[in-house]
């Protein structure tokens, strides 16, 4: 059904039409030339108009229409073969997303488990017992709240998300400063995490959400502390549940320039909640504790569900989605782990699979990832990308049917290419690659690549192999640092959950 067989019909029974100037071939799935029919005996000196049925939408009829009715029936296609997707994935490959743990391999986590339980294993029992420090800290803090800030967003509610562009300053020359003037390199007071002004805004508060709550939920995994869960639950039930107190679910302050774009929070925001990819987990394992009931996970759930509408379909969301460095690849793996969480398959499917095509515009063929070079913190850029692509690839792995870090370019385009993520870890980790160096490294936090590291090894194991940069030994994965700076994209205690080979 389209415009296509029409033509070709016409073509073949020689009807005279404008369709004769219209070119015979429009790609390779078409035959270089179509030839007259042979059924046909007499000539068709013209054809009538036949009445079509309603298309169902009165949005799809009427003039201007006939591109909506083909958009329309595109999307109709698309939704046919991602409902089929998901049968597959339920039927086939028993996919539940709403009770799976993505970045904390359930199976592993239980083994690390039952080990500390026996108190066998030195270097696992060093690293939970620092975990329980965490959790005995976070006891103290809390519960967060967006209300608890100081400064109130445009929209003089404080249920609003609100965090100020970093490098937006008053105008000097305006008497009231609007709008607001650029000023590289100089931070506003209180945009930079956990800085002294930083409680006038929201990103540090939901930073320690993030991190506190993660600790407390982890440990009593571990411990059945139940003062532990109980307080991971009520942050939760407070940030998501209580009506004076939760955040409402959109960012559309994230991020804003005053007297810009009518005070409203820019695309770049967005990528400030990016941490909901491994906090979900969190939450999951919470539930299981009794702490948070069936009615705190609907009602949580449903925060999540229109979270998840405000960022498809506003455009902030949108504009992030095209955006072709880190942000789009954390964008995608943000919706990706919400999707996945308030079991929407076919949300997870489309932003997954469309995520395979960012590969290709993001990894060069030698595995350089030309965007974050461009930036000059270049190194930070390219740690953080590599993590997204990694926290990425694990949750599409989660489905038991498709692969990330199996992707490769066309044998055509480069036909002694391996997978993107395989070229990109060798290239872009020193220890995977003998003769890696960036001019940055002196300024940055290299166990950042330690994570990529372990996290390299599972996917590739043929890594083990590879000889790395000697100045970078590779230590025990349980002696490794467990906690990085909430820019770092990194989860909390990331080594746990991660790999049975240490146990």
């Given at each position: 059904?389209g415009?296509?067989?029409?033509?070709?019909?016409?073509?073949?029974?020689?009807?005279?039409?404008?369709?004769?100037?219209w070119?015979?071939?429009?790609?390779?799935?078409?035959?270089p030339?179509?030839?007259v029919?042979?059924d046909?005996?007499?000539?068709?000196?013209?054809?009538?108009?036949?009445?079509?049925?309603?298309?169902?939408?009165?949005?799809?009829?009427?003039?201007?229409?006939?591109?909506?009715?083909?958009?329309?029936?595109?999307?109709?296609?698309?939704r046919l073969?991602?409902?089929?997707?998901?049968e597959?994935l339920?039927?086939?490959?028993?996919?539940?997303?709403?009770?799976?743990?993505?970045?904390?391999?359930?199976?592993?986590?239980?083994?690390?488990?039952?080990?500390?339980?026996?108190?066998?294993?030195?270097?696992?029992?060093?690293?939970?017992?620092?975990?329980?420090?965490?959790?005995e800290?976070?006891?103290?803090?809390?519960?967060?709240?967006?209300v608890?800030?100081?400064?109130?967003?445009?929209?003089?509610?404080?249920?609003?998300?609100?965090?100020?562009?970093?490098?937006?300053w008053?105008?000097?020359?305006m008497?009231?400063?609007?709008?607001?003037?650029?000023?590289?390199g100089?931070r506003?007071?209180?945009?930079?995490l956990?800085?002294?002004?930083?409680?006038k805004?929201?990103?540090?508060?939901?930073?320690?959400?993030?991190?506190?709550?993660?600790?407390?939920?982890?440990?009593?995994?571990?411990?059945d502390?139940?003062?532990?869960?109980?307080?991971?639950?009520?942050n939760?039930?407070?940030?998501?549940?209580?009506?004076?107190?939760?955040?409402?679910?959109?960012?559309?302050?994230?991020?804003?320039r005053?007297?810009?774009?009518?005070n409203?929070?820019?695309?770049?925001?967005?990528?400030?909640?990016?941490?909901?990819?491994?906090?979900?987990?969190?939450?999951?394992?919470?539930?299981?504790?009794?702490?948070?009931?069936?009615?705190?996970m609907?009602?949580?759930?449903?925060?999540?569900?229109?979270f998840?509408?405000?960022?498809?379909?506003s455009?902030?969301?949108?504009?992030?989605?095209?955006?072709?460095?880190?942000?789009?690849?954390?964008?995608?793996?943000?919706?990706?782990?919400?999707?996945?969480?308030?079991?929407?398959?076919?949300?997870?499917?489309?932003?997954?699979?469309?995520?395979?095509?960012?590969?290709?515009?993001?990894?060069?063929?030698?595995?350089s990832?030309?965007?974050?070079?461009?930036?000059?913190?270049?190194l930070?850029y390219?740690?953080f990308?590599?993590?997204?692509?990694?926290?990425?690839?694990?949750?599409?792995?989660e489905t038991k049917?498709?692969?990330?870090?199996?992707?490769k370019?066309?044998?055509?385009h480069?036909?002694?290419?391996?997978?993107?993520?395989?070229m990109?870890?060798?290239?872009?980790?020193?220890?995977f690659?003998?003769?890696?160096s960036?001019?940055?490294?002196?300024?940055?936090n290299m166990?950042?690549?330690?994570?990529?590291?372990?996290?390299?090894l599972?996917?590739?194991?043929?890594?083990a192999?590879l000889?790395?940069?000697?100045?970078?030994?590779?230590?025990?994965?349980?002696?490794?640092?467990?906690?990085f700076?909430?820019?770092?994209?990194?989860?909390p205690?990331?080594?746990?959950?991660?790999?049975?080979?240490?146990?």
């Amino acid at each position: 059904y389209g415009r296509r067989p029409k033509v070709e019909i016409l073509w073949r029974l020689e009807v005279p039409g404008p369709w004769d100037k219209w070119p015979q071939s429009v790609g390779v799935w078409d035959k270089p030339t179509w030839t007259v029919s042979t059924d046909k005996e007499d000539p068709i000196p013209g054809l009538s108009w036949v009445a079509r049925l309603f298309s169902g939408s009165s949005k799809l009829e009427g003039k201007g229409a006939l591109v909506d009715r083909g958009v329309s029936r595109s999307k109709g296609i698309e939704r046919l073969l991602i409902r089929k997707d998901e049968e597959a994935l339920r039927k086939l490959h028993n996919f539940r997303p709403k009770d799976t743990l993505f970045t904390y391999k359930e199976d592993i986590l239980a083994k690390e488990k039952k080990a500390y339980q026996e108190g066998n294993n030195e270097k696992l029992n060093a690293l939970v017992e620092k975990l329980i420090v965490c959790a005995e800290d976070s006891l103290k803090q809390g519960p967060f709240s967006v209300v608890d800030k100081s400064e109130k967003p445009p929209s003089k509610d404080k249920h609003d998300y609100y965090s100020p562009s970093p490098y937006f300053w008053p105008d000097p020359e305006m008497p009231d400063g609007l709008p607001y003037i650029r000023k590289d390199g100089e931070r506003v007071p209180g945009t930079e995490l956990f800085d002294a002004e930083s409680e006038k805004y929201d990103r540090t508060r939901l930073a320690s959400f993030y991190g506190n709550t993660t600790c407390l939920g982890l440990a009593w995994y571990f411990t059945d502390r139940e003062d532990f869960a109980e307080k991971a639950a009520l942050n939760m039930k407070t940030w998501f549940l209580d009506p004076e107190k939760k955040m409402n679910p959109n960012l559309k302050y994230a991020q804003i320039r005053w007297g810009h774009n009518d005070n409203m929070g820019v695309n770049f925001g967005i990528i400030e909640t990016k941490d909901f990819y491994f906090f979900l987990d969190i939450v999951r394992l919470v539930h299981r504790s009794g702490h948070l009931d069936n009615d705190d996970m609907t009602g949580i759930r449903k925060w999540f569900k229109e979270f998840q509408y405000n960022l498809e379909n506003s455009k902030q969301g949108e504009d992030e989605y095209y955006v072709r460095n880190n942000h789009g690849l954390y964008y995608d793996a943000q919706v990706a782990s919400i999707s996945a969480f308030v079991d929407d398959i076919p949300v997870f499917l489309n932003h997954t699979a469309r995520a395979f095509a960012r590969l290709k515009g993001h990894f060069e063929f030698d595995g350089s990832l030309p965007h974050e070079l461009a930036r000059p913190t270049q190194l930070h850029y390219l740690m953080f990308t590599m993590q997204g692509w990694y926290t990425l690839g694990r949750i599409v792995e989660e489905t038991k049917r498709y692969s990330m870090f199996q992707f490769k370019p066309a044998e055509k385009h480069c036909p002694e290419c391996s997978a993107y993520l395989k070229m990109g870890s060798i290239h872009n980790i020193p220890y995977f690659n003998q003769t890696w160096s960036n001019f940055q490294e002196d300024i940055e936090n290299m166990d950042r690549m330690l994570p990529l590291y372990f996290q390299g090894l599972q996917a590739f194991p043929e890594f083990a192999d590879l000889k790395g940069a000697e100045r970078y030994p590779k230590p025990h994965l349980y002696d490794s640092n467990p906690m990085f700076d909430p820019h770092s994209a990194i989860q909390p205690f990331w080594n746990l959950g991660l790999s049975e080979n240490y146990l």
